[in-house]
């Protein structure tokens, strides 16, 4: 059977699956298509505690079924992220068979023919009216040269994307990201800074809202609710990041037709093995600072 009959046979056996509500005050959707990436930053969060190994990978047309089902808060918009999102063979695919009413925006180490991306993805699809770009692209001193970075993201904005770059202030690289820094904003590009979560020389950096969270001494039992729909590449809707990454047993799948969001904290008897990217505090979708994507109630 040829590859477009068999994903279009799949869509057919999954295209009545009911809508899934999005809780209002959800903050964030992840759609990781998949954990894959090329490039291997020493620093990756992907990888701060163990990444488990990859499971299967949802064909485009299940994404696009699956991610179709969302409904509510049509302001949150679908992040495609990974790994590197743009490795999946259907990334631009599932960009075009979501709904024309969801959002859409990327993260990408923009490791990837620029000309294919610009032909065959829409730069409309992806910008919405929001105080950052929809396209995110990051930048990863030890493997990139800015110069050849802010290249790209330049023949992007032209051709009409909504783009910018985010560094992360590793301590180790910061000279280099704060030059990065003003040489993009002399391009003209926006280039925001993130904070590095992680160990370094033997601290953990980031700020916590969970101080022991990540600690990875002790694991310990709470309950745990999120504002964040995380879905790994299989499909599976995960608690948190922790959970996705390192390959825990998700809480459903999106593919799941009796599945259902709702916000009851959930239990956890893994509270210490937390990633940061649950725990840290942060802006929230608004660039608001004070948010954390999720809240914890210790036991006993
Ligand atoms: S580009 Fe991003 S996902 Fe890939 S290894 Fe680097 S930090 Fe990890
Ligand atoms: S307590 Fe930590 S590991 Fe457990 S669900 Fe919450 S964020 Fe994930």
């Known amino acids: ?12 056996e ?3 699956l009911p809508d899934i509500a999005l809780p209002g005050d959800y903050n964030y959707i992840a759609a990781f298509l998949t954990l894959d990436c090329n490039l291997g930053c020493s620093y990756c969060i992907n990888r701060f505690g163990t990444l488990a190994s990859p499971g299967r990978m949802l064909s485009g047309a299940e994404w696009i079924t699956g991610l179709n089902r969302l409904a509510g808060t049509p302001d949150l918009p ?3 992220q990974g790994g590197e999102p743009t490795l999946h063979p259907d990334f631009a695919a599932i960009i075009s068979g979501l709904r024309s009413d969801r959002h859409i925006d990327i993260l990408t180490n923009l490791e990837t023919d620029l000309d294919r991306f610009t032909a065959e993805i829409d730069p409309a699809r992806v910008k919405r009216d929001a105080p950052y770009a ?3 692209v990051s930048y990863h001193p030890e493997s990139m040269r800015i110069e050849q970075l802010a290249a790209k993201v330049l023949r992007l904005l032209d051709s009409g994307y909504s783009v910018g770059i985010w560094g992360v202030m590793h301590p180790f690289w910061k000279e280099e990201i704060e030059r990065a820094r003003d040489y993009c904003i002399e391009s003209g590009i926006d280039f925001r800074l993130k904070d590095f979560l992680g160990h370094h020389e033997g601290a953990m950096h980031g700020v916590l809202s969970y101080a022991d969270a990540c600690d990875r001494l002790t694991a310990s039992e709470v309950s745990c609710r999120t504002t964040e729909l995380i879905i790994g590449p299989d499909g599976g809707l995960y608690r948190c990041h922790a959970d996705l990454y390192e390959g825990r047993e998700p809480v459903g799948t999106i593919l799941d037709p009796a599945f259902s969001l709702t916000r009851d904290f959930r239990p956890c008897s893994n509270y210490g ?4 990217c649950d725990v840290k505090l942060k802006t929230n979708r608004f660039q608001e600072f004070g ?3 999720v809240e914890i109630i210790r036991n006993g």
């Open 273 to 276: 093995f937390c990633n940061p």
């Open 1 to 12: 059977m040829a590859e477009e009959a068999k994903l279009n046979f799949r869509a057919i």
């Open 134 to 136: 929809s396209i995110r």
């Open 78 to 80: 679908i992040t495609l």
């Open 14 to 16: 999954t295209a009545n």
């Open 291 to 293: 948010h954390t994507s």
